[in-house]
Every structure is written in structure tokens, then in C-alpha cells.
């Protein structure tokens, strides 16, 4: 069973940028399909990026297309969110979660979850 833990979340001004990173620890996350999701008060769980096992389809949320970016280090057992021109509305708490093999952007297909970790952004 992989366990996630998110980290790099915090306070920045809009137009900024923030990186998070998720370690997994347990089996390599080479063979899951990794999502990122994030939760703003009152509000559903939010699909933001997802990456297939292979690495080789990512799929993005029309809210941070061509400003948010996903990659993986198989190697390191980490994937990350690369967080650009960001703007008040992307405050949250982000979610790093794991599945097996095939991508998905439901939040409900993902059976493993990090504890989260806080974005603001000031305007």
C-alpha cells in the first residue's frame, strides 16, 4: 500500500509561483497513475493534474492548463506540481493521490491520499 506525503504549500502573492512535491513511500509509484486535486472551503474536491503509470499522457484541469505543470521522478518515488502565475482562486488545500496503473480525473477512482498541504494566494 503507497502512502503520500505533500509538502512545499504556503503563502504567496498572485502571479507567484509554488512547487509541490509528493513522496510516496511503500511500492514505487512507477506502476501508478498519480493525480493531483485540491480543495478550496465549501467546495468539492477539484481535478487538477493526473499523469498516467507510464508517464506518458498528463491530463490537466481547464483551470490551470498552461500554468500548472505535473511531472514524476520514478526514480525518487516523487511527483511534482510546478505552480505558475498563480492567482487567488488556486488557494486550497492540494492532494497528492495514487492509483493503479490507468489514469483518472474523479477524485472518488483514487483510493490513496496524502494529508494535504494549504496553498494561499494573495491578491
Known amino acids: 500500500q503507497v502512502q503520500l506525503v505533500e509538502s512545499g504549500g504556503g503563502l504567496v502573492q498572485s502571479g507567484g509561483s509554488l512547487r509541490l512535491s509528493c513522496a510516496a513511500s511503500g511500492p514505487t509509484v512507477s506502476a501508478y497513475a498519480m493525480g493531483w486535486f485540491r480543495q478550496a472551503p465549501g467546495k468539492e474536491r477539484e481535478f487538477v493534474a493526473a499523469d498516467s503509470w507510464t508517464g506518458s499522457q498528463i491530463l490537466y484541469g481547464d483551470s490551470v492548463k498552461g500554468r500548472f505543470t505535473m511531472s514524476r521522478d520514478d526514480a525518487k518515488n516523487t511527483v511534482y506540481l510546478q505552480m505558475n502565475s498563480l492567482k487567488p482562486d488556486d488557494t486550497a488545500v492540494y492532494y497528492c493521490?495514487?492509483?493503479?496503473?490507468?489514469?483518472?480525473?474523479?477524485?472518488?477512482?483514487?483510493?490513496?491520499w496524502g494529508q494535504g498541504t494549504q496553498v494561499t494566494v494573495s491578491s
Open positions: 493521490a495514487a492509483r493503479l496503473l490507468e489514469l483518472r480525473t474523479y477524485f472518488r477512482d483514487y483510493p490513496y
